[in-house]
């Protein structure tokens, strides 16, 4: 059992016919459905057969129930709060070629609740993957932290997304300005199995340089392996033992949203399974490559 802790959120993802006409109108194709690394992440791992558990909060709303209803359509199993009086999630997503800009309500995703993930635990697994809008959110950070100490101390192996570029760039200079040097979130994550990052988050992470150079300093500041992802370069997996890369075939991309989380659960399902870094980078550039060819960020539910 794979357990993916973090945000679960309602996406209304715009696909742009054109560039963003600021302060104009723009034609694109509108798409209500459920997003959030961590619920993305679980939903393509149950789309390749592997058992998880999605650990989050929602509101007591009908986009709660919603959204819910969704994962357990797909195959995954929940461990979830209702948050009387907060919503559920939502992101505005506008989307065109492979760039994709969000804006985003975190909604109950910010009352994540420690009891849920010990529940979690409890009813076996033997891998924690956490979304890391978890630790990047002030509210919820303690609950993150919590995760990924209790499955260590648990046994399970960890892993944690290093989720997006503008939000770890914020956190360094909100702690920076209070006199504190380096970035936060290694810390935080110090101790984690396997931390992923793409490049801008790699930058953000550990400054300016070569891929490989980033990811190793990466993995020295955190005591564990790291996997860069490169898009349409491939990924590469950097630790202790050294680094591996993977190149990636180029394919037409309709949607970016979600491919992440995609490539997250393939990397993540094939590691569970035995797999070492260059099968388990295959798998994941496989699954992104697959996301990037549909719309939306999941992939499709089967019949109810």
Known sequence: MILSVGDLVTD???VL?????????????VHVAGGGQAANTAAWLAALGAPVTFVGAVGDDQAGRDRLAELH????RTQVSVRPGAST???VVLTHGGERTMISDRGANLLLASADVDAAIAQGASLLHLSGYTLLDQPSRPSGRYALASARAAGLRTCVDAASAAPLYAVTTELIEDGVTGHPFLDWVRGVDLLLANADEAT???????PADQALRMSYAIGGDVVVKLGAHGALWAGPAG?????????PIVDAT???????AGLLAAWSAGAGPHDALLAGCRLGARAVGIVGARPPLPPA
């Not at 953000?204 to 070569?210: F, K, Q, S, W, Y």
């Not at 979600?258 to 997250?264: L, N």
């Open 89 to 91: 999630g939502s992101i």
């Open 258 to 264: 979600g491919a992440g989380d995609a490539f997250a």
């Open 204 to 210: 953000a992470l550990a400054g300016p340089g070569d």
């Open 17 to 29: 016919r054109a560039p963003l006409a600021q302060g104009s109108d723009t034609p694109a194709t």
């Open 243 to 251: 680094v591996v890369h993977v190149t990636g075939d180029p394919v």
């Open 12 to 14: 209304v993802l715009a």
């Open 73 to 76: 359509q797909a195959g995954v």
